[in-house]
């Protein structure tokens, strides 16, 4: 049972009256707000607050529960007409919950420096200028590529839905233990010979890759969405890490159902007829 709650919110108008509402409903019931040691936090936002969220209050290994006042909402479990079963989710002894792993992204930058990020979503190595990347691509210690190209995306399997497909990269089930690798703009001529195609990684695989000429390639690294470094990169590792993030939601989600109505249909429902059975 969660008694301690913290709220975390974003500062769009809608999601400000849902917050007021959440807040008077759970001291009417009898829960503590509060962000000294809390036992949970609920997001209220979109899938861009609640990666705001992970980012944030990670390192405190909580779950968080979401409620969507965004558009897509992929990752938040209630919407806003639900809010009235929060007290109930929140005493469930065995309420459901989804574990996503992360990726651990080491940069070293070229001056020597490690920076450690844990990615929810993806990583992404780019330019800094307009100016094609050239790198090479290690797997497992092994020469695997030489890129050339716009960037590359590292995304988690929940990620997947987030900038790599919209990338011409596949979508991954959730529960699939790996990652994948998404190329962005990779140039192929008759020189040049890059990574075309997403490649799907086993989850004990680590990547490395390491920038020509880093210190005249201004090469920077984004992990969701948030700058690793103001310097330059030279070199970036990619693995999945033992961190992970646990979410909780109302009931159980179908992860088909859920990609079908967020990504596909982009709530335009066209409800599909289900198969009879008994014919």
């Known amino acids: 049972m969660y ?5 975390f919110h974003n500062k769009v108008k809608k999601s400000l009256a849902v917050k007021n509402q959440v807040m008077s409903l759970l001291r009417k019931e009898g829960y503590i707000l509060t962000k000294e040691n809390p036992d949970i936090i609920v997001v209220i936002g979109g899938d861009g607050t609640m990666l705001s969220a992970i980012r944030t209050m990670e390192e405190a290994n909580l779950p ?9 909402g992929f990752l ?31 940069s070293k930058t070229i001056s020597g420096k490690e920076v450690v990020n844990y990615v929810f979503n993806e990583a992404v190595i780019k330019h800094y200028h307009p100016k094609m990347l050239e790198a090479h691509i290690y797997i497992d210690g092994k020469p695997f590529n030489y890129f050339t190209g716009d960037g590359l995306i590292f995304s988690t399997p929940i990620g997947t839905t987030g900038y790599a497909i919209w990338a011409g990269g596949a979508a991954i089930h959730w529960d699939l233990p790996c990652f994948q690798i998404t190329p962005l703009q990779p140039n192929d001529n008759r020189i040049n010979r890059p990574l075309k195609n997403s490649m799907v990684i086993p989850a004990g695989a680590k990547v490395t890759i390491k920038v020509v000429k880093a210190r005249f ?20 590792t990619i693995s999945t890490s033992d961190k992970k993030v646990r979410i909780m939601r109302a009931k159980k989600q179908s992860y088909f159902e859920l990609y079908r109505n967020k990504i596909i249909d982009k709530h335009i429902f066209r409800y599909l007829e289900e198969e009879d059975d008994t014919v």
């Open 217 to 236: 390639r201004s090469a920077s690294v984004a992990c969701d969405g948030v700058m690793a470094s103001r310097e330059y990169i030279e070199e970036l």
């Open 3 to 7: 008694k301690r709650i913290y709220i």
């Open 76 to 106: 938040p479990g209630l919407l806003p007409d639900e809010i009235h079963l929060l007290p109930t989710i929140l005493r469930e002894e065995n309420p459901v919950m989804d574990e996503f792993c992360l990726l651990e992204v080491v």
């Open 64 to 72: 968080f529960l979401g409620v969507n006042t965004g558009n897509l």
